[in-house]
Protein backbone atom coordinates (compact mmCIF):
# COMPACT_ATOMS: atom_id res chain seq x y z
CA UNK A 1 0.00 0.00 0.00
CA UNK A 2 1.33 3.26 -1.13
CA UNK A 3 1.56 6.21 1.04
CA UNK A 4 -0.80 8.08 -0.45
CA UNK A 5 -3.27 5.62 -0.66
CA UNK A 6 -2.67 5.54 3.07
CA UNK A 7 -2.96 8.68 3.95
CA UNK A 8 -6.38 8.52 1.65
CA UNK A 9 -7.69 5.23 3.71
CA UNK A 10 -7.29 7.10 7.07
CA UNK A 11 -8.78 10.21 5.43
CA UNK A 12 -5.58 11.85 7.01
CA UNK A 13 -6.90 15.51 5.50
CA UNK A 14 -9.37 15.86 8.12
CA UNK A 15 -7.33 15.02 11.26
CA UNK A 16 -7.09 18.72 11.89
CA UNK A 17 -10.58 17.53 13.15
CA UNK A 18 -9.13 15.70 16.02
CA UNK A 19 -6.19 17.73 16.58
CA UNK A 20 -7.72 21.00 17.06
CA UNK A 21 -10.01 20.01 19.93
CA UNK A 22 -7.43 18.89 21.73
CA UNK A 23 -5.34 22.05 21.76
CA UNK A 24 -8.36 23.76 23.05
CA UNK A 25 -8.78 21.59 25.45
CA UNK A 26 -4.90 21.65 26.36
CA UNK A 27 -5.40 26.01 26.18
CA UNK A 28 -8.37 26.12 28.51
CA UNK A 29 -7.08 23.99 31.20
CA UNK A 30 -4.33 26.12 31.57
CA UNK A 31 -6.46 29.62 30.80
CA UNK A 32 -9.15 28.57 32.90
CA UNK A 33 -7.87 26.08 35.55
CA UNK A 34 -4.32 26.95 35.63
CA UNK A 35 -2.60 23.27 35.61
CA UNK A 36 -1.68 21.25 32.54
CA UNK A 37 0.11 17.79 32.67
CA UNK A 38 2.31 17.43 29.57
CA UNK A 39 3.30 13.48 29.32
CA UNK A 40 -0.34 12.36 30.06
CA UNK A 41 -1.31 15.31 27.23
CA UNK A 42 0.88 13.80 25.09
CA UNK A 43 -0.03 10.41 25.45
CA UNK A 44 -3.34 11.21 25.25
CA UNK A 45 -2.42 13.00 22.09
CA UNK A 46 -0.81 9.81 20.62
CA UNK A 47 -4.12 7.55 21.58
CA UNK A 48 -6.68 9.88 20.25
CA UNK A 49 -4.79 10.05 16.63
CA UNK A 50 -4.14 6.35 16.44
CA UNK A 51 -8.03 5.80 17.43
CA UNK A 52 -9.03 8.36 15.06
CA UNK A 53 -7.69 6.33 12.41
CA UNK A 54 -8.98 3.52 13.23
CA UNK A 55 -11.99 4.58 12.91
CA UNK A 56 -12.22 6.07 9.79
CA UNK A 57 -10.49 2.74 8.45
CA UNK A 58 -13.13 1.43 10.19
CA UNK A 59 -15.41 3.11 8.41
CA UNK A 60 -14.38 3.17 5.14
CA UNK A 61 -14.37 -0.53 5.83
CA UNK A 62 -18.28 -0.80 6.55
CA UNK A 63 -19.24 0.88 4.15
CA UNK A 64 -17.03 -1.34 1.40
CA UNK A 65 -18.81 -4.06 3.06
CA UNK A 66 -22.23 -3.46 2.99
CA UNK A 67 -22.65 -1.24 -0.17
CA UNK A 68 -24.68 -3.03 -2.67
CA UNK A 69 -23.60 -0.60 -5.40
CA UNK A 70 -20.82 -1.98 -7.75
CA UNK A 71 -19.77 1.70 -9.02
CA UNK A 72 -19.75 2.50 -5.45
CA UNK A 73 -17.52 -0.01 -4.12
CA UNK A 74 -14.99 -0.46 -7.20
CA UNK A 75 -14.88 3.56 -8.17
CA UNK A 76 -15.78 5.91 -5.07
CA UNK A 77 -14.73 3.60 -2.02
CA UNK A 78 -10.92 3.70 -1.30
CA UNK A 79 -11.15 0.04 -0.69
CA UNK A 80 -12.37 -1.45 -3.80
CA UNK A 81 -10.69 1.29 -6.17
CA UNK A 82 -7.23 0.98 -4.97
CA UNK A 83 -7.88 -3.03 -4.10
CA UNK A 84 -6.69 -3.36 -0.56
CA UNK A 85 -7.05 -6.55 0.85
CA UNK A 86 -9.23 -6.61 3.76
CA UNK A 87 -7.43 -8.97 5.68
CA UNK A 88 -4.23 -6.45 5.45
CA UNK A 89 -7.21 -3.47 6.84
CA UNK A 90 -7.63 -5.93 9.70
CA UNK A 91 -4.20 -6.50 10.89
CA UNK A 92 -3.51 -2.16 10.31
CA UNK A 93 -7.01 -1.51 12.31
CA UNK A 94 -5.59 -3.86 15.11
CA UNK A 95 -2.24 -2.78 14.94
CA UNK A 96 -3.90 1.25 15.85
CA UNK A 97 -6.48 0.44 17.98
CA UNK A 98 -4.55 -2.13 20.40
CA UNK A 99 -2.09 0.78 21.42
CA UNK A 100 -4.51 3.40 21.65
CA UNK A 101 -7.05 1.17 24.21
CA UNK A 102 -3.57 0.02 26.23
CA UNK A 103 -2.88 3.68 26.11
CA UNK A 104 -6.07 4.65 27.50
CA UNK A 105 -5.68 2.26 30.22
CA UNK A 106 -2.74 3.80 31.37
CA UNK A 107 -3.74 6.73 31.51
CA UNK A 108 -7.08 6.07 33.40
CA UNK A 109 -5.06 4.22 36.09
CA UNK A 110 -2.84 7.20 36.04
CA UNK A 111 -5.68 9.87 36.62
CA UNK A 112 -8.95 7.69 37.17
CA UNK A 113 -12.33 5.96 36.46
CA UNK A 114 -13.93 9.31 34.46
CA UNK A 115 -10.90 8.84 31.54
CA UNK A 116 -12.16 5.48 31.17
CA UNK A 117 -16.33 6.13 30.99
CA UNK A 118 -15.37 8.86 28.60
CA UNK A 119 -13.31 6.65 26.54
CA UNK A 120 -15.52 4.08 26.36
CA UNK A 121 -18.49 6.49 25.12
CA UNK A 122 -15.97 7.76 22.41
CA UNK A 123 -15.21 3.79 21.76
CA UNK A 124 -19.10 2.78 21.45
CA UNK A 125 -19.84 5.99 19.03
CA UNK A 126 -16.71 5.53 17.27
CA UNK A 127 -18.10 1.30 16.36
CA UNK A 128 -21.58 2.38 16.14
CA UNK A 129 -20.90 5.50 13.66
CA UNK A 130 -20.23 2.64 10.62
CA UNK A 131 -21.40 -0.58 11.88
CA UNK A 132 -24.76 -1.98 12.95
CA UNK A 133 -27.93 -2.24 11.85
CA UNK A 134 -28.31 1.29 11.37
CA UNK A 135 -25.17 2.51 11.97
CA UNK A 136 -25.42 6.37 12.65
CA UNK A 137 -23.67 7.60 9.46
CA UNK A 138 -26.69 6.61 7.66
CA UNK A 139 -29.06 8.69 10.27
CA UNK A 140 -29.65 12.26 10.22
CA UNK A 141 -27.68 12.02 13.89
CA UNK A 142 -24.40 11.74 12.09
CA UNK A 143 -23.39 15.39 12.66
CA UNK A 144 -24.49 15.20 15.89
CA UNK A 145 -22.46 12.48 16.99
CA UNK A 146 -19.38 13.43 15.25
CA UNK A 147 -19.32 16.70 15.89
CA UNK A 148 -20.34 15.86 19.67
CA UNK A 149 -17.49 13.22 19.75
CA UNK A 150 -14.73 14.81 18.44
CA UNK A 151 -15.52 18.77 19.02
CA UNK A 152 -16.45 18.29 22.68
CA UNK A 153 -15.79 15.12 24.06
CA UNK A 154 -11.86 15.56 23.05
CA UNK A 155 -11.64 19.12 24.57
CA UNK A 156 -13.32 17.69 27.36
CA UNK A 157 -11.32 14.59 28.04
CA UNK A 158 -8.08 16.75 27.44
CA UNK A 159 -9.33 19.28 30.17
CA UNK A 160 -9.51 16.02 32.38
CA UNK A 161 -6.55 14.69 31.87
CA UNK A 162 -4.55 18.29 32.26
CA UNK A 163 -6.29 19.30 35.71
CA UNK A 164 -8.08 15.91 36.60
CA UNK A 165 -6.37 17.02 40.21
CA UNK A 166 -8.77 20.00 40.66
CA UNK A 167 -11.42 19.11 38.17
CA UNK A 168 -14.48 19.39 39.18
CA UNK A 169 -17.97 17.94 37.45
CA UNK A 170 -20.11 21.28 38.63
CA UNK A 171 -22.32 22.14 35.83
CA UNK A 172 -20.59 25.62 35.29
CA UNK A 173 -17.61 23.95 34.71
CA UNK A 174 -18.67 22.10 31.79
CA UNK A 175 -21.20 24.40 30.64
CA UNK A 176 -17.35 26.56 30.08
CA UNK A 177 -15.85 23.98 28.92
CA UNK A 178 -18.85 23.40 26.37
CA UNK A 179 -19.01 27.09 25.34
CA UNK A 180 -14.91 27.12 24.44
CA UNK A 181 -15.58 23.50 22.41
CA UNK A 182 -18.43 24.57 20.14
CA UNK A 183 -16.82 26.39 17.54
CA UNK A 184 -15.07 23.14 17.17
CA UNK A 185 -17.96 21.25 17.75
CA UNK A 186 -19.90 23.08 14.57
CA UNK A 187 -17.01 23.03 12.74
CA UNK A 188 -16.41 19.44 12.81
CA UNK A 189 -20.39 18.91 12.60
CA UNK A 190 -20.51 20.88 9.41
CA UNK A 191 -17.37 18.24 7.52
CA UNK A 192 -19.64 15.97 8.00
CA UNK A 193 -22.88 17.98 6.72
CA UNK A 194 -20.87 18.57 3.61
CA UNK A 195 -19.73 15.21 2.83
CA UNK A 196 -23.46 14.21 3.10
CA UNK A 197 -24.54 17.47 1.06
CA UNK A 198 -21.95 16.32 -1.64
CA UNK A 199 -23.27 12.60 -1.27
CA UNK A 200 -27.05 13.21 -1.63
CA UNK A 201 -27.70 11.22 -4.89
CA UNK A 202 -25.19 8.02 -4.09
CA UNK A 203 -26.37 7.73 -0.38
CA UNK A 204 -29.93 7.63 -1.80
CA UNK A 205 -28.89 4.83 -4.02
CA UNK A 206 -27.02 3.36 -0.78
CA UNK A 207 -30.27 4.00 0.87
CA UNK A 208 -28.55 6.43 3.61
CA UNK A 209 -31.05 8.59 5.14
CA UNK A 210 -29.53 11.19 6.65
CA UNK A 211 -30.50 14.88 7.36
CA UNK A 212 -30.30 15.93 3.52
CA UNK A 213 -32.71 13.06 2.87
CA UNK A 214 -35.19 15.41 5.20
CA UNK A 215 -33.90 18.34 4.33
CA UNK A 216 -33.16 18.55 0.79
CA UNK A 217 -30.04 19.87 -0.80
CA UNK A 218 -30.87 23.47 -0.86
CA UNK A 219 -32.31 23.75 2.95
CA UNK A 220 -29.36 21.96 4.06
CA UNK A 221 -26.54 24.27 2.20
CA UNK A 222 -28.44 27.32 3.52
CA UNK A 223 -27.92 25.61 6.84
CA UNK A 224 -24.42 24.89 6.78
CA UNK A 225 -23.62 28.54 6.35
CA UNK A 226 -25.72 29.20 8.90
CA UNK A 227 -23.58 26.70 11.65
CA UNK A 228 -20.36 27.98 10.27
CA UNK A 229 -21.73 32.07 10.71
CA UNK A 230 -22.69 30.81 14.49
CA UNK A 231 -19.31 29.23 14.74
CA UNK A 232 -17.80 32.69 14.89
CA UNK A 233 -20.48 33.94 16.85
CA UNK A 234 -19.92 31.64 20.00
CA UNK A 235 -16.12 32.80 20.11
CA UNK A 236 -17.50 36.27 21.00
CA UNK A 237 -19.75 34.90 23.31
CA UNK A 238 -17.10 33.02 24.98
CA UNK A 239 -14.63 35.98 25.22
CA UNK A 240 -17.62 37.76 26.38
CA UNK A 241 -17.95 35.44 29.56
CA UNK A 242 -14.64 35.07 29.97
CA UNK A 243 -14.00 31.65 28.60
CA UNK A 244 -11.92 32.81 26.05
CA UNK A 245 -9.08 35.56 26.34
CA UNK A 246 -9.83 39.38 24.19
CA UNK A 247 -6.98 37.78 22.18
CA UNK A 248 -9.31 35.61 20.40
CA UNK A 249 -11.17 38.55 18.18
CA UNK A 250 -8.04 36.86 16.24
CA UNK A 251 -10.82 34.80 14.73
CA UNK A 252 -11.52 37.74 12.58
CA UNK A 253 -8.30 37.39 10.67
CA UNK A 254 -9.27 34.16 8.99
CA UNK A 255 -13.08 35.28 8.28
CA UNK A 256 -12.55 36.79 4.42
CA UNK A 257 -11.36 33.30 3.91
CA UNK A 258 -13.95 31.28 5.41
CA UNK A 259 -16.50 33.59 3.66
CA UNK A 260 -14.71 32.84 0.53
CA UNK A 261 -15.10 29.11 0.88
CA UNK A 262 -18.66 29.04 2.03
CA UNK A 263 -19.57 31.05 -1.50
CA UNK A 264 -17.56 28.67 -3.26
CA UNK A 265 -19.85 25.49 -1.50
CA UNK A 266 -23.04 27.47 -2.18
CA UNK A 267 -22.18 27.41 -5.45
CA UNK A 268 -22.00 24.24 -6.54
CA UNK A 269 -21.37 21.05 -3.53
CA UNK A 270 -19.07 18.25 -5.55
CA UNK A 271 -17.80 16.09 -3.54
CA UNK A 272 -13.97 16.00 -5.27
CA UNK A 273 -14.42 19.73 -5.78
CA UNK A 274 -15.67 21.58 -3.32
CA UNK A 275 -16.15 19.80 0.13
CA UNK A 276 -12.76 20.61 0.83
CA UNK A 277 -13.99 23.80 1.25
CA UNK A 278 -15.58 22.33 4.80
CA UNK A 279 -12.33 20.67 5.94
CA UNK A 280 -10.53 24.18 5.06
CA UNK A 281 -12.66 26.32 7.21
CA UNK A 282 -12.13 24.42 9.92
CA UNK A 283 -8.69 24.65 9.82
CA UNK A 284 -8.20 28.19 9.01
CA UNK A 285 -11.28 29.14 11.71
CA UNK A 286 -8.84 26.74 14.03
CA UNK A 287 -5.60 28.25 13.06
CA UNK A 288 -7.70 31.78 13.98
CA UNK A 289 -7.85 30.47 17.33
CA UNK A 290 -4.41 28.91 18.04
CA UNK A 291 -3.35 32.53 17.02
CA UNK A 292 -5.28 34.15 19.81
CA UNK A 293 -3.70 31.29 22.14
CA UNK A 294 -0.12 32.02 21.13
CA UNK A 295 -0.78 35.69 21.91
CA UNK A 296 -2.21 34.95 25.32
CA UNK A 297 0.53 32.82 25.58
CA UNK A 298 3.30 35.16 25.07
CA UNK A 299 1.27 38.11 26.84
CA UNK A 300 1.57 35.81 29.81
CA UNK A 301 5.15 36.09 29.91
CA UNK A 302 5.34 39.52 30.43
CA UNK A 303 2.01 40.30 32.46
Known sequence: MSLSTFLELVEFKAKSASVF???????????????????????????????????????????????????????????????????????????????SALIGIYLTYEVGLPLLWMGLFCFLIGLLYAAGPLPISNTPFGELASGFTMGVMIVVISVYINSYQIFTWTPHLLWHIFLAASPEFVWIGNIMFANNICDAQEDEKNH?????????????????????????????????INVYPITLISILLPLPFIIKQMKLFTHEQIKVKTFVCSVKILISGSLGLCLGFLIYWIYSFFA
Open 21 to 99: PFIVGLFFSWYFLNSTNPIYAILFFIAMFLFNMFVDIWDNYNDYQHSDQEDFKKGTNVIGRKHISLNLLRTIMSLMFIP
Open 208 to 240: RHTIVHYLGVTHSVLLWNIANILAILLVFLAIY
